[in-house]
């Protein structure tokens, strides 16, 4: 199975590449494409199915020609991921997969976040999917995490989100969920007996899902 990456961050290419080879794909079976361009694009004002929408669409069919599924990395992009018609191969939010997969691990959720631009979206994503289950959702931001991420200590911003995920456990959520992919290594820090879920692993089990469907 041929899996293409549609990033806007280039971090991403890393956790998500790894995260593949370790969950059995060999390295030739997977393809990134980053395209920062389209997170700006789709910053501009637009009309659903053009502009930045018509872009993303453009990446996404490219992607689809030499894959057999298309994982977007991107929280951004997901607007126009859901505009894009007659795909050929399943295109897989990595967001979307994550706020599906908590809904089904458990009845009280946290969720994570390190930008409060990213609260609002990330409530209403997971309520939609927690809907159908019955889950209560609860979006928390990391204080001072991003800060930690863009000054490039990662050690310490890995730490916090560790720190935060073992505090919400505390509290007596029984799912924690990571909003944003670079968090993904914080879960080997978790002391917990529990370990956060996110998207990474979420998005790839999506992908394989479909491939045996």
């Not at 990134?32 to 996404?60: C, I, N």
């Not at 997969?101 to 209403?124: K, T, W, Y």
Request: net charge negative; with cysteine.
């Amino acid at each position: 199975m041929k899996i293409s990456f549609l990033h806007t961050m280039e971090s991403n290419e890393a956790v998500f590449g790894l995260a593949a080879v370790k969950a059995g794909w060999s390295s030739d079976q997977i393809r990134h494409a980053t395209r920062e361009d389209l997170r700006l694009a789709m910053a501009q004002p637009s009309a659903p199915g053009g502009g930045a929408h018509g872009l993303v669409h453009e990446a996404l069919r490219e992607l689809m020609a030499e894959a057999d599924a298309v994982i977007v990395t991107c929280a951004t992009l997901g607007p126009a991921v859901d505009t894009m018609e007659a795909a050929s191969v399943p295109i897989i939010r990595a967001d979307a997969a994550l706020a599906k997969a908590a809904s089904h691990a458990g009845s009280n959720l946290a969720v994570l976040c390190a930008v409060e631009a990213s609260i609002a979206p990330n409530r209403a994503l997971f309520e939609h999917y927690a809907a159908a289950t019955g889950a209560s959702v609860t979006v928390q931001l990391i204080p001072g995490v991003w800060a930690l991420y863009q000054e490039g200590k990662q050690a310490a911003c890995l730490a916090a989100c560790a720190q935060h995920a073992d505090e919400a456990y505390a509290q007596g959520f029984d799912v924690v969920a990571y909003a944003h992919p670079w968090m993904a290594e914080a879960a080997e820090g978790v002391e917990s007996k529990h370990r956060p879920i996110h998207g990474v692993q979420a998005a790839l089990d999506a992908a394989r899902a479909a491939q045996e469907a």
